[in-house]
């Protein structure tokens, strides 16, 4: 049966009132929520902070949440466990389905590719600053119902590939983080094992003067550029991207895929162009990277393992330059300071994180994968091309 996306849901129905004081407020900003991800929730105190003039909307479990400003940046997400006083940006049309739908069918529904695509050209006719739909927009879309046991079966498959995703995105967050605490271990309080497999600096390994304070006997303080070779990305036309094929890498994150790729190895990126510069990404193996990233090469004196995490622990938004256009460019970036430490330490601490490392690749591989089925399967199954049982 074919409704209205209004008559399956009420579109802003909860908002915050003037006179309601919360203690504290959880804010949810358009730009933190990206393909059904929080990046953050900004803690705020009434008595404290100034609360945004945008921070209005009020939603509760099984909404959904849509960014009227450009649909194709996918800033969209689905409300499944409470927070506690979330309050998110009136940049978002929230969605509190009704009885006649699933929620999680409906949220799935509509961030379909040719829903986005379809939404985007409507915000590209809009006369505001930005490319924007109104919540009207989206109430005024058709959609094909089945009945609703069949919506639930559609809808707990994809929320378990989804779910299997979420959970793979989780130990990998685990694992990073372990791999940042053994980095600070070693190289940030100097507690590597030494040659007794005690803790070096607590035991009383002897510490010399370094220009970045001091540091073990037989490490060194060098510029980047000497150690290792800095180079941009390669030009890549968009007009070039695939479904499938080759991760190409830009300033954020993979963006498309390609026939060829540049690097057989992974690789430590820089975010060197746009809103991300100085940012640190790592590069799959065969991949290719554009040029809004610098390539962090290794070497035999520069082990890939310690360069990841010198530089996920270190950041260089401190070598951006430009505001119309933020930047990092290979000379600023040439003089930026690394402690390295002794052959032996270096490969020592290398051989231990590769097997870290591998995990975290096959976690990663495995979403990509899961993303793709979850891609194929979705409008298979809400156009019905593919039957699921439910009853």
Sequence with gaps: MIYRVSELCEINNNSLKKGDNPEFINYLDTSNLTEGKIKEIVRLDPKI?????????????????????????????????????????????????????????????????????????????????????????????????????????????????????????????NLEELAQTIYKRWFVDFEFPNEDGEPYKSSGGEMIEGELGLIPKGWEDKKLSDVIKISYGKNFPTKNLHDKGYPVFGGNGIIGYAKKYLYKEPKVLVSCRGAASGGVLVSLEKSFVTNNSLVLEDNEDMTFEYLKEFSLNRKFNDFVSGSAQPQVTITSINNCKILMPSINILLQYSNFLKPLNVKIEKYYYENLKLVEIRDILLPKLMSGEIEVPYE
């Design 49 to 173: 902070d100034k609360i945004p003039s945008r921070a209005k909307r009020v939603p509760i479990q099984n909404d959904i949440l849509y960014s009227t400003v450009r649909p194709n940046q996918l800033h969209y997400g689905f409300i499944d466990k409470p927070i506690k006083n979330l309050i998110c940006s009136t940049g978002f049309a929230v969605l509190s389905p009704n009885e006649k739908v699933n929620p999680y069918y409906l949220y799935k529904y509509l961030t379909q590719k040719n829903v986005i695509e379809y939404l985007q050209g409507v915000a590209e006719t809009s006369t505001s600053t930005y490319p924007s739909i109104k919540p009207s927009d989206i109430a005024s879309l058709e959609i094909n119902l089945p009945p609703l046991l069949e919506q639930k079966a559609i809808a707990n498959i994809l929320s378990s590939l989804d779910d299997k995703i979420e959970l793979n995105n989780k130990i990998n967050k």
